[in-house]
Structure formats: C-alpha cells, structure tokens
C-alpha cells in the first residue's frame, strides 16, 4: 500500500453530534475541531478516534452511548485515496467495523488492516502523557538504539547490588562479633597452657617442704630426748656411764638433725598456685584472641568482596550513563534515567512528569510522528493546552511528515483556522 492522503471525515449522530457532520482535511497538517464547551467537538474527535480503536467499538470497553437519544443509529467514515473506513452502531449492539477499497472490494479483517496501514498504533498525545514513566520509558526505549539491551543491565546491576547487599550485611554481623573481643594482648602466648605440668611442679614443691617439716618435727623428738636424758642422768646416777653413752649418741642426733635443718631452704608456690589458680582464666583469653583473629580475617575478606561489588556497580552504572549519554534520541532534550523520561529544559534535567502540559504535547507529537506508516494520524484531545507557537510547530512537523493531526482545541483563533462544532452540528 502506498501513502495515503486523508480526503474526507464524516461523524454522524455520535454521541453528541446531532446531525452529519462532514469536513475534508486542505491536507497533512493539524484538523481543529472548536466550539463551545457542550457544543460536541469532543464527540467528534472520539468519533474519528473510534476508527483506529476496535477497543472502542466491541467488548467490555466498548464506548458507551455511541448514539444520541434522538437517532436510531450513528456512523462514522473516513475516506482516503486508497480506500473508505467506517464504524456503523446500532441500538442495543456493538459496533462494527468495515474497510473496502473505493471498487467495494472489502478487507477481511478490518482491525487488523487499519492497525497494519497506521503503524501498529493511532497515537493520542494526552494518553502518552498520562502513562505511567515506566512505561514513557518504555516507549522511549523501543525508539533508539543503544549497544546494549538495557533491561539486561538493569538485571545485572540488580544481582551485583543484591549480592552486595548481603556481603555488606555478612559484613556488619562480622564487625559486631568483633567488637564484642577485647582488644589484642600481645603478652598473651599463642598455644593455651597445660595445668598438669604446673600441678605436678607444685606436687614436687609440697614433697620438698613435706621433709623439712619431717626434720623439723624430727629436731623436736631428739630435743626432748635429750633433755630426758639430762634428767636420767640427774636421776639416775647409777646408771650414769650408760645414760652419758646414751646422752652423747642424742647430742650428735640432735646435731645432725639441728644441722640438717639449718640447712634446709623452703621453697616459695605462692606464685605457682596463682598460675594455676589462672590458668583457665588465661586459656579463655587465648582462644577469644585466637577467634578474633578468625573473625578479622573474615571481615577483611567479605569488604574486599564488598569493595569489589561496588566497583562493579559504578563500572555498570559508567558504561550505562556512557551508552545514554551517547545514544541519539529521537527528540532533542529526551533522556531517559532508571524511573522514567527526562527532559532538558535549558536550565536543568527534570523528569518528564513536571514538564507543562503543552511541551508535553509537542514532544509527544514529535516522538510519536517520526515513523512512516501508510495512513499517518494522531489526535490531540487538549489541545487547549497549545499556544498559538506550538500549534504552529506541530502544524510544521505535521505538514513535514505528512502526518494528520485531529486536534479539539477552542482556545485562540481556532474557530477561526478550524471547524467549528455548535449544537452537534457544523457551524456554517
């Protein structure tokens, strides 16, 4: 199919329409449809737009009361150099649509033809607007080409940044075990100490004095001793020469003893019993030191993971800003950022919601007419929106690209430069 020109739109007791309202487009260029407020410029542009909506026309979103109260049925038609499209209601039905050829040859499948011939899409800029920026982005998206599939690297920066996230909370668990340690001890030895080996040291020490203590008590017996034989020999003169014998035998006893004695240097466990007495307490420290040493370890290597993770994320989020950046866009000032649209005003980069409405409409518009349908038509249903300098842009862009604009706008000249709708008719 070639190009095809719009010759005539016919609207007929639609909605509000009271009568057959017939205009023929001077061309490409913008179609104004004015009037007062309740005057049914609103129901002939969703009249037209019916056309290209089989939403519209059937089913459970069907347009309520295509007919007005004093009509039986209502009708809408477009003509163009290639063929004659139109959408006939009856009461108490649905819509249906028709496409034929101007020799009455008919097309079998009259939405899917009208769908093929526009492109795959009748655009309606105030329905662009109100999407949700995701799906603005979206839209944006699948209109320039960048060296990447984008939502694939939105995917891979989500994983790095989960993955990061749970390095980062291995991390905090890790820093809050290691601030419950105490602080290194240097002094500390490595390798826990054995308790037997300070036992048996002590087992030695108390033998040791277990015989100075036998000595002493020893020292004691022969003194007594002795003095007992002082006594026999006071008492017993008789037996003098064998209690001298006896007496000398204990003098060199007592002596050897006394000497032995003398001697004899007790040895100090007041140290050895406080290690043992510690030793439980000093092998706690060590393996809390030991474990904090496991702990550390394992901190450093979960930030390392951490620091690579974040690495990663800004070399994404660089090859990402790098490709937008470079990336041509279809209209001057777009952009697009991880929420939604951007628009450069200037002055700055605000997201496309907080652009006014009337840019809006002209963005959109320029967006939305670079491809090269057969049949090339977009409305505009606040138009009102539009000053007279973007009206007359889009009319530049519209006569460029051969497109048709159907636009409902009273503000300004338009019932001057458009067709004026008063009381559902055509205004003379």
Same mark, same amino acid.
């Given at each position: 199919?070639?190009?095809?020109?719009?010759?005539?739109?016919?609207?007929?007791?639609?909605?509000?329409?009271?009568?057959?309202?017939?205009?023929?487009?001077?061309?490409?260029?913008?179609?104004i449809?004015?009037?007062?407020?309740?005057?049914g410029?609103?129901?002939?542009?969703?009249?037209?737009?019916?056309?290209?909506?089989?939403?519209?026309?059937?089913?459970?979103?069907?347009?309520?009361?295509?007919?007005?109260?004093?009509?039986?049925?209502?009708?809408?038609q477009?003509?163009?150099?290639?063929?004659?499209?139109?959408?006939?209601?009856?009461?108490?039905?649905?819509?249906?649509l028709?496409?034929?050829?101007?020799?009455?040859?008919?097309?079998?499948?009259?939405?899917?033809?009208?769908?093929?011939?526009?492109?795959?899409?009748?655009?309606?800029?105030?329905?662009?607007?109100?999407?949700?920026?995701?799906?603005?982005?979206?839209?944006?998206?699948?209109?320039?080409?960048l060296?990447?599939?984008?939502?694939a690297?939105?995917?891979?920066?989500?994983?790095?940044?989960?993955?990061?996230?749970?390095v980062?909370?291995?991390?905090?668990?890790?820093?809050?075990?290691?601030?419950?340690?105490?602080?290194?001890?240097?002094?500390?030895?490595?390798?826990?100490?054995s308790?037997?080996?300070?036992?048996?040291?002590?087992?030695?020490?108390?033998?040791?004095?277990?015989?100075?203590?036998?000595?002493?008590?020893?020292?004691?017996?022969?003194?007594?001793?002795?003095?007992?034989?002082e006594?026999?020999?006071?008492?017993?003169?008789?037996?003098?020469?064998?209690?001298?014998?006896?007496?000398?035998?204990?003098?060199e006893?007592?002596?050897?003893?006394? #000497?032995?004695?003398?001697? *004899?240097e007790?040895?100090? =466990?007041?140290?050895?019993?406080? $290690? +043992?007495? %510690? /030793?439980?307490? &000093?092998?706690?420290?060590?393996?809390?030191?030991?474990h904090?040493?496991?702990?550390a370890?394992?901190?450093?290597?979960q930030?390392?993971?951490?620091?690579?993770?974040?690495?990663?994320?800004?070399?994404?989020?660089?090859?990402?800003?790098?490709?937008?950046?470079?990336?041509?866009?279809?209209?001057?000032?777009?952009?697009?950022?991880?929420?939604?649209?951007?628009?450069?005003?200037?002055?700055?980069?605000?997201?496309?919601?907080?652009?006014?409405?009337?840019?809006?409409?002209?963005i959109?518009?320029?967006?939305?007419?670079?491809?090269?349908? #057969?049949?090339?038509?977009? *409305?505009?249903?606040?138009? =009102?929106?539009?000053?007279?300098? $973007? +009206?007359? %842009? /889009?009319?530049? &862009?519209?006569?460029?690209?051969?497109?048709?604009?159907?636009?409902?706008?009273?503000?300004?000249?338009?019932?001057?430069?458009?067709?004026?709708?008063?009381?559902?008719?055509?205004?003379?």
């Amino acid at each position: 199919m070639t190009l095809q020109e719009i010759k005539k739109f016919t609207v007929s007791q639609f909605q509000g329409v009271r009568a057959t309202v017939e205009f023929t487009p001077r061309g490409p260029g913008c179609i104004i449809i004015a009037g007062p407020n309740g005057a049914g410029k609103s129901s002939v542009v969703n009249g037209i737009y019916q056309l290209f909506d089989p939403a519209g026309v059937k089913g459970k979103d069907a347009v309520t009361k295509p007919i007005n109260d004093k009509a039986d049925s209502s009708f809408i038609q477009m003509s163009t150099t290639d063929l004659i499209a139109r959408v006939d209601f009856k009461k108490n039905g649905a819509g249906t649509l028709t496409v034929k050829a101007h020799d009455g040859a008919k097309y079998g499948s009259p939405a899917a033809f009208m769908k093929e011939s526009t492109g795959g899409q009748v655009f309606d800029t105030e329905a662009f607007s109100d999407m949700d920026a995701k799906d603005q982005r979206a839209e944006l998206l699948r209109r320039i080409e960048l060296p990447f599939d984008l939502d694939a690297l939105d995917a891979e920066r989500k994983r790095t940044f989960d993955g990061r996230t749970d390095v980062n909370r291995e991390v905090g668990k890790l820093e809050s075990q290691l601030a419950a340690f105490a602080p290194v001890d240097e002094s500390l030895p490595i390798e826990e100490q054995s308790a037997s080996a300070l036992m048996r040291e002590l087992e030695e020490i108390r033998e040791h004095n277990a015989q100075g203590d036998t000595l002493h008590r020893s020292a004691s017996s022969t003194q007594t001793a002795r003095e007992n034989a002082e006594a026999d020999v006071a008492r017993l003169i008789e037996e003098l020469d064998a209690a001298r014998t006896f007496l000398s035998r204990a003098q060199e006893a007592e002596a050897l003893t006394l #000497d032995a004695y003398k001697s *004899f240097e007790r040895k100090d =466990d007041t140290d050895l019993r406080a $290690s +043992l007495d %510690g /030793i439980d307490a &000093l092998n706690a420290k060590i393996r809390a030191q030991a474990h904090r040493g496991i702990v550390a370890d394992e901190l450093a290597a979960q930030s390392a993971l951490s620091a690579q993770a974040t690495a990663k994320l800004a070399e994404i989020d660089k090859r990402k800003a790098d490709a937008l950046k470079a990336a041509v866009f279809p209209v001057k000032g777009l952009g697009i950022d991880d929420t939604g649209i951007t628009f450069d005003t200037g002055r700055e980069i605000v997201p496309f919601k907080q652009v006014n409405t009337g840019m809006k409409i002209v963005i959109a518009f320029d967006l939305f007419t670079q491809g090269k349908p #057969d049949l090339r038509i977009i *409305f505009i249903k606040n138009g =009102d929106m539009l000053d007279a300098v $973007s +009206l007359a %842009g /889009i009319e530049k &862009l519209a006569i460029e690209r051969g497109y048709y604009v159907v636009i409902e706008r009273d503000r300004d000249e338009s019932r001057e430069i458009g067709w004026t709708i008063v009381d559902g008719e055509l205004a003379s």
